[in-house]
Each structure stands twice: as structure tokens, then as C-alpha cells.
């Protein structure tokens, strides 16, 4: 069973496209997270949601904007799509109450801006 | 200052030896702290995590975390060329925070 399944895995479109990329976790937990990774590998936080609500909203441009229907989804819309925002993008998921708060990560979407 | 500070690395070790990771971190009131393995095109896997001063062990991996000089490291026993990946240190800090991750350190296991 896959814990955190994000979609989808592959995506290259065209700069000025809008563009979704879905979460769904199966874990129960109440806590959900966008990452971006870099070409250099780092991993930053966009956003989290705990329970549909958002609690983190990092600096990012506002054509980002995350959607949690409820506290198993979280999906990403990106607007307006820029060269720059070509990056592999993984969604998380954690119960945020305990100390060892492990974040699940799903496999990943690269996006390709051309 | 980086909030999670790593060695980019590459760190190269020949098979069989001890592979020692490092990272420092700039939260004083952090809690939690997690060691991270990402194979090229793969998505981050928890080795360990960690939040009581001293040391952790688990298989062939040590985790060991200083708070008072906010250092957490990670040691690798009988490196295998399978352990070649790059190994993200990860924070938890005060408040809701998500983890922040250091920028990782490339290990290569030479067979």
C-alpha cells in the first residue's frame, strides 16, 4: 500500500501554463507539507496544513497555491508557470503531536518548464 | 547562517570502513532531529531520528546528538557500496515547524 502517492510523477509543459500536482495520504496523519528540491538538492518547505488548515506558508511567489480538501489531501496549483519553477516537488505527511514527527514522503513530481 | 548546515561533500569511503556524517544547526530550541537517505531519483527515506543527547544505534548506523553544540551526526559501520546516496540531516525546531533540512552530503562507498 503506498503511504503517500503524489501525481503525477512526470510533468514538462510549456512556460504561462497553469498546472496541478495532486497528495493523498493513507497514513492517518494530520499534518501535510510541500517541499521543493533544487538542482543542488535542497529541500525547502512551501507550505503545511494541519487538519485542512494552513499553519506554514513560506515565502513563495503567490501563483503557488496549495488546496486541502480534507486532511488526507493536499494538492498544489501552480500558475503561470516560470522557467525557475522546473524542480522536483515532493509532498510529505506527519502526526504532528509526536516528538519523532518522521515526515512520510511520496515519490515525487518533476516538473519540467521549458 | 543556514538553519541546517551539511558538508556537500562528495565524502568517499572504501567499503567496509566507518562513514562519518556531520551537521550543525542554528535552533537552539530544536527538538527532534532525523537522518534522511536519498538515492538519485528516489525520494527521502528516516534512517533514524534522534532527540536525547548521547547516542543511537541501529544496525550499522549510530546517530549521535550534542545539544549543547547543537551537532548531530550520523556514523555508518561497514559502509556498503549500497550506502552510496545523499544523507539529508533534518530539524525539527520550536513551534509548528516542518523539519528543515540541511543540503545533504553526498557519500560514495568505493567497492
Known amino acids: 500500500d503506498t503511504a503517500v502517492s503524489q501525481t503525477p510523477k512526470y510533468l514538462v509543459t510549456q512556460m504561462g501554463n497553469d498546472k496541478s500536482i495532486k497528495c493523498e495520504q493513507n497514513?492517518?496523519?494530520?499534518?501535510m507539507y510541500w517541499y521543493k528540491q533544487d538542482s543542488k538538492k535542497f529541500l525547502k518547505i512551501m507550505f503545511s496544513?494541519?487538519?485542512?488548515?494552513?499553519?506554514i506558508n513560506e515565502t513563495v511567489p503567490n501563483r503557488f497555491s496549495p488546496k486541502s480538501p480534507d486532511k488526507a489531501h493536499l494538492n498544489l496549483h501552480i500558475n503561470s508557470l516560470e522557467l525557475g519553477d522546473s524542480a522536483v516537488y515532493f509532498c510529505a505527511s506527519s502526526q504532528e503531536r509526536q516528538l519523532n514527527t518522521e515526515a512520510f514522503f511520496g515519490q515525487g513530481t518533476r516538473l519540467t518548464v521549458v | 547562517q543556514k538553519e541546517v548546515e551539511q558538508n556537500s561533500g562528495p565524502l568517499s569511503v572504501p567499503e567496509g570502513a566507518i562513514a562519518s556524517l556531520n551537521c550543525t544547526y542554528s535552533d537552539r530550541g530544536s527538538q527532534s532531529f532525523f537522518w534522511y537517505r536519498q538515492y538519485s531519483g528516489k525520494s527521502p527515506e528516516l534512517i533514524m531520528f534522534?532527540?536525547?543527547?548521547g547516542d543511537k544505534e541501529d544496525g550499522r548506523f549510530t546517530a549521535q546528538l550534542n545539544k549543547a553544540s547543537q551537532y548531530v551526526s550520523l556514523l555508518i559501520r561497514d559502509s556498503q557500496p549500497s550506502d552510496s546516496a545523499t544523507y539529508l540531516c533534518?530539524?525539527?525546531?520550536?513551534?509548528?515547524?516542518?523539519?528543515?533540512f540541511g543540503s545533504g552530503t553526498r557519500l560514495q562507498v568505493q567497492p
Open positions: 497514513l492517518g496523519h494530520d499534518t
Open positions: 496544513y494541519n487538519n485542512k488548515e494552513l499553519i
Open positions: 533534518a530539524v525539527k525546531g520550536t513551534g509548528r515547524r516542518a523539519l528543515t
Open positions: 534522534i532527540y536525547s543527547n
